[in-house]
């Protein structure tokens, strides 16, 4: 509904752009928090989604995805909070695929309406991977012996200190079996009749944004500035959603453990640790795909 307001201003105080929402979604998915790069949760992203789609006037949602991936479960609660939203506001919802919109995050972005990349993007990675090290060897070159105890006798399945077994791995693969075809019903549903499906669309292969158009992975090549005005016009305004800040001007929702008044060393040496090894699986995801 226009103001009435606008037909009394002064030409120069007037508005008739078309504002349109921008979310950036970008990093790797995964619960914990990193202070030195920036990641994806449903907690992360919850927040700045529900700020764009309670936009009133806007008559869609952009959202720029630019993930490598991460956690599954992450990945398909942000994919389903964006849905929700899109029949609540009754807003259609437009992706942008940056650098990379692989794995978990191209599952983010099959819950765009249209998908948009650029030719150069990376889609895909339609598979479910797990990745560790085995120490046994090491462990005995150094004279370590390794004593675990427990009740159940699968409660150590996959140690990294202990020899492989042919069962546990076994059974992790019949997992990701499970979460891979959980991927596969949401790109078929998302996608519909759009998809050319091959031998290798979901082997985990991934591809560039020109090729994903002639997969039906995506639905345009582009970018952000260029179809919104090719869709809502010259004057149209992208405004980027940004997340609410506490007053000390940390972003919210959440403060790690080892931040808190108090916490001792030991706690700040963990947080420290698990910080590197978290950048370092960050790392990884990114560099998969040569970013």
């Keep these: 509904m226009a103001n009435p ?3 009394i201003l002064p030409k120069r105080f007037r508005s008739d752009a078309t504002v349109i929402p921008v979310v950036r979604l970008s990093g790797a998915i ?14 992360t992203a919850a927040p700045v989604l529900q700020k764009a789609f309670d936009h009133k006037k806007a008559p869609a949602v952009a959202i720029v995805v630019n993930s490598p991936g991460g956690s599954p ?17 009754n807003k259609r919802v437009l992706v942008f695929v940056e ?14 309406d249209e998908i948009i990349a650029d030719p150069s993007s990376i889609v895909g990675s339609i598979g479910v991977v797990s990745g560790s090290f085995g120490f046994v060897e090491a462990i005995a070159k150094l004279g370590i012996e390794r004593r675990v105890h427990t009740a159940g006798t699968s409660k150590a399945t996959l140690d990294p200190f202990q020899p492989e077994k042919p069962e546990d791995v076994e059974h992790l693969k019949a997992l990701q079996r499970e979460v891979h075809q959980t991927f596969i019903d949401l790109v078929r549903q998302s996608r519909g009749a759009s998809l050319i ?16 158009l002639e997969l039906g992975l995506v639905d345009q090549i582009g970018d952000l500035r260029g179809t919104l ?9 992208p405004v980027l959603m940004q997340a609410s800040r506490s007053l000390f001007g940390r972003k919210q929702p959440g403060i790690r453990a080892d931040m808190v008044a108090g916490a ?6 963990a947080g420290f640790a698990s910080e590197i090894l978290s950048t370092a699986e960050e790392r990884a995801l990114w560099a998969r795909f040569g970013l």
Excluded at 30 to 43: G, H, V
Excluded at 99 to 112: E, F, N, Q
């Design 5 to 7: 307001l606008q037909k």
């Design 30 to 43: 995964m619960t914990a928090q990193s202070a030195l790069r920036p990641t994806l949760s449903l907690a």
């Design 73 to 89: 479960v992450q990945s398909r609660l942000i994919h389903q909070r964006i849905r929700d939203l899109a029949e609540e506001k």
């Design 99 to 112: 650098d990379v919109a692989a794995s978990g995050g191209y599952m983010i972005a099959c819950a765009g």
């Design 197 to 212: 499906e091959h031998d290798d669309l979901f082997s985990g292969l991934f591809w560039s944004g020109r090729r994903g």
């Design 229 to 237: 005005r090719a869709r809502f016009g010259a004057k149209v305004k």
């Design 264 to 269: 001792g060393l030991a706690s700040i040496g």
